[in-house]
């Protein structure tokens, strides 16, 4: 019943931008940190956003930092992962985690959307 979903990847050439959305059914997104993971092909699975419930604070790892803002549609249920500058070494299957806690965890996780980027 408690269920994310993403949506939005696909093939973009390097320097474009994508916006992938995670909509959740079941349980209200307003109540949760909100994490963005990927994994690239070969390599283990990245943390690289999170947005923390308890006080809105956002963190971004280094590599996607200025690049990649994370975002709700409250009314929607939903959030989203607005991802510029996009560049070859992005190419991942990206995730979205719903926590209750002051984390991103991964207490649920979507199914997964590919990105490539690819000229």
């Known amino acids: 019943q408690l269920q994310l979903v993403e949506s939005g990847g696909g093939l973009v050439q390097p320097g474009g931008s994508l916006r992938l959305s995670c909509a959740a059914s079941g349980f209200t997104l307003d109540t949760y940190s909100i994490g963005w993971f990927r994994q690239a092909p070969g390599k283990e699975r990245e943390g690289i956003s999170c947005?923390?419930?308890?006080?809105?604070?956002?963190f971004y790892v280094d590599s996607v930092k200025g690049r990649f803002t994370i975002s709700r549609d409250s009314a929607k249920n939903t959030v989203f992962l607005q991802m510029n500058s996009l560049k070859p070494e992005d190419t991942a299957v990206y995730f979205c985690?719903?926590?209750?806690?002051?984390?991103?965890?991964?207490?649920?996780w979507g199914q997964g959307t590919q990105v490539t980027v690819s000229s």
């Open positions: 985690t719903a926590d209750l806690g002051p984390a991103c965890l991964g207490d649920y």
């Open positions: 947005g923390i419930n308890k006080d809105g604070s956002t």
